[in-house]
């Protein structure tokens, strides 16, 4: 393999990242898109991905002081519904949003 100075800066710091030598790190980045472990994904999608990522994090960390607040039985927000309520539809959110997370790296699959 064979890299510019700026692929090869790029893997020296994913490397770095992990600890690792960067013709380490290398090889097993090659050997997981080889095995298909690992599917590569432009910038755009990758970028897209880390965000449903992130909001299926935040939503889960949501659900989880929701349900808190639901034990201790205080309002939320100050909004009329029950917190058990909003804590349902937080979770339909959640589910949601693993959907479409499912449904992009499908189709990131099945162009690879």
């Not at 393999?1 to 770095?16: K, P, T, Y």
């Amino acid at each position: 393999m064979s890299f510019n100075d700026a692929e090869l800066e790029v893997v020296r710091l994913a490397a770095e990242r992990e600890g690792m030598a960067s013709a380490a790190w290398a090889g097993r980045q090659v050997m997981a898109v080889a095995q298909h472990t690992l599917v590569p994904v432009s910038r755009d999608a990758g970028d897209v991905l880390r965000e449903l990522v992130q909001a299926r994090v935040h939503l889960r960390e949501t659900v989880a002081a929701l349900r808190a607040l639901t034990a201790a039985g205080l309002p939320v927000f100050g909004l009329p519904e029950t917190a058990a309520t909003v804590v349902e539809e937080t979770l339909k959110a959640v589910a949601r949003v693993d959907e479409a997370t499912v449904a992009v790296m499908r189709e990131r699959r099945s162009r690879s």
